[in-house]
């Protein structure tokens, strides 16, 4: 499987140590990257042997059969439509660019006219199994996240005590929070949407974790789920589950057994 990613953050040197370096999804290799700094693109090429592409357009030419953006939800915004469109399949970090139902369904059209496959992994959370159990024939009633970070993961949060920074929808979370609350969109993608997804997200001087709880009630029962995530070393914001779950999403592409 020939890979290329967009963004060489946290994310996307993970991504290319893991694969590139460590070999851990069996004949895989990213082998063409784009990503906003130029510095960044020259060290990471050099580090992990795979082509740099100085726009999006010249990534596309490339034999790469899939993509992974792990960028901004921006990108998403700017680059999915021409990902798929050039036949490519698509794996998206920044799902928070899917709570816009527009560009949902435009992306979903543009999909099946080429007959490829939008991603989108679990990221830094759980639960999403159940949800989509839940509502396929049932009724599913609530569905919540409360999000705890340390301050430094929260843009705005005061350094000095607890402050729930935003109580809302998922709709709205996504708007003021785009780097932050992801989680909430695939939550909603999963479960009611983005206007009927609860969000509530706190700042917290002594989380040494980015946690997330989830609760849901339908006429399956009651969900509970709290995931207690380690940061990645250089990103305070992003919880190195979310670098597992896109790891796990390409395994998973290629499985003969599935499960869940
Ligand atoms: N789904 C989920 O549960 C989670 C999603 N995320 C999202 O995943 C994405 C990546 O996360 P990190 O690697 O930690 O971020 P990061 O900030 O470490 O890296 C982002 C990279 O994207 C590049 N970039 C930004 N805009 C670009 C553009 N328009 N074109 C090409 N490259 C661009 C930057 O230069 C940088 O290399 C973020 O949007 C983040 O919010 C993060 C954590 C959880
Ligand atoms: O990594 C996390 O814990 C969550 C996150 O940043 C996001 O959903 O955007």
């Not at 040197?13 to 460590?22: G, V």
């Not at 990257?33 to 726009?55: G, N, V």
């Not at 729930?164 to 909430?184: Q, W, Y």
Request: hydrophobic share 45%.
């Amino acid at each position: 499987m020939k890979l290329a990613l967009i963004g060489g953050g946290n994310i996307g040197r993970f991504l290319l140590q893991s694969i590139n370096i460590d070999c851990l999804i069996p004949n895989a290799k990213i082998i063409g990257l784009h990503t906003r700094c130029q510095e960044q693109a020259k060290e990471l090429s050099r580090e992990f042997e795979a082509e740099i592409f100085e726009d999006v357009e010249s990534l596309l030419k490339s034999d790469a059969d899939l993509v992974i953006e792990a960028a901004t939800v921006e990108a998403v915004e700017e680059y999915a439509a021409s990902i798929l469109l050039s036949g490519k399949d698509l794996v998206v970090s920044s799902v928070g660019a899917l709570a816009d139902r527009e560009f949902y369904k435009c992306l979903e059209e543009i999909c099946i006219l080429n007959n490829t496959k939008i991603h989108l992994p679990s990221g830094a959370i759980g639960g999403l199994d159940v949800l989509k159990a839940a509502k396929s024939i049932g009724e599913l009633d609530s569905v919540s996240i409360i999000t705890r970070k340390p301050p430094q993961a929260l843009p705005g949060a005061p350094l000095d005590g607890e402050k729930v920074l935003f109580e809302g929808s998922a709709a709205e979370a996504i708007r003021l929070f785009p780097k932050n609350i992801n989680v909430s969109i695939i939550l909603s993608l999963a479960g009611l949407g983005a206007e009927n997804t609860g969000v509530k997200i706190i700042s917290d001087p002594a989380a040494r974790k980015n946690s997330h709880t989830i609760e849901a009630a339908g006429s399956f029962g009651k969900l509970s789920l709290q995931v207690e995530n380690d940061p990645m070393p250089n990103n305070p914001k992003t919880s190195y589950l979310a670098a597992l779950s896109i790891l796990a999403s390409l395994k998973n592409r290629d499985e003969l057994i599935r499960v869940g």
